[in-house]
């Protein structure tokens, strides 16, 4: 094994047994409360008016591959997709998903097969819900903006791995008169997404959408232990500064 690897595979590791670790805590009601986020408490009401008016929601899962780094965000795209799908299925129109790769694209359409399926409605599902637009950043995004228009979309959510092919999409959403919720893992990409989506889901927000749309146990549990890595790397860095002052290291 490369050994450059190692560190990164015994932090994950330990990630892991501390999220299995409050998953049992859980069930004893260990008491956690998640501060308010507005994009997600904004999402919740969107998704709500949008059943009630017939309108479809639309979610963008990015363009990253995932058995690349950046994967990860695509993956909590499709959580999030999995969760809008249950809450809005039984809307007029069902939520959509689009992205820029075709596994994501696969996978997207997979998930909302088996939403369909967990209320025994497959054959009502179409594989149009889950579509690849482009496999290029701005054909990706070339082939979103139509759907605004088509599928009458009132609710537009972007979460994955996006460029500054983001601002095209986000542009298209407000021309449509779509409210816009939108977070990336890439640091370009939130510069946009900041300055051009309603609701922007900032930094690593991102990665706590599954708890704040209630996807799961284990979705709570891995923001309380980011929360507990952030304090041990706080506190590492402040007794590392304090004994580089006091001339030990």
Not at 70 to 99: C, H, N, T, Y
Not at 108 to 128: G, N, T, Y
Not at 160 to 183: P, V
Request: net charge neutral; proline share 4%.
């Amino acid at each position: 094994m490369n050994n450059g690897l190692l560190p990164g595979l015994v932090f994950v590791l330990v990630f892991g047994c501390f999220m299995a670790v409050f998953s049992f805590l859980g069930r004893k009601k260990l008491p956690f409360h998640l501060r308010e986020i507005t994009a997600f408490a904004r999402l919740g009401r969107a998704i709500g008016l949008s059943v009630e008016a017939g309108t479809r929601l639309h979610l963008s899962i990015g363009r990253s591959s995932i058995i690349n780094p950046e994967g990860a965000s695509a993956l909590v795209g499709l959580s999030a997709l999995e969760r809008i799908g249950k809450v809005s299925l039984f809307s007029d129109k069902p939520p959509m998903a689009s992205s820029g790769d075709n596994t994501l694209a696969i996978l997207s359409q997979d998930v909302l097969r088996d939403v369909f399926r967990s209320i025994k409605a497959e054959s009502k599902f179409d594989p149009a819900m889950g579509r690849l637009t482009g496999l290029t950043p701005f054909s990706y995004a070339a082939g979103v903006i139509p759907v605004f228009i088509d599928e009458k979309v009132s609710t537009n959510v972007l979460i994955g791995h996006f460029g500054s092919e983001a601002a095209l999409i986000l542009d298209a959403a407000e021309r449509a008169g779509s409210i816009s919720l939108a977070g990336s893992d890439n640091i370009p990409a939130q510069a946009v997404l900041y300055a051009g989506a309603q609701e922007p889901i900032i930094g690593e927000e991102i990665f706590a959408t599954g708890a704040y749309l209630n996807a799961g146990m284990m979705h709570t549990n891995s923001v309380l232990v980011q929360d507990i890595a952030r304090w041990v790397l706080i506190l590492i860095i402040c007794g590392g500064a304090i004994l580089k002052m006091l001339g030990v290291i």
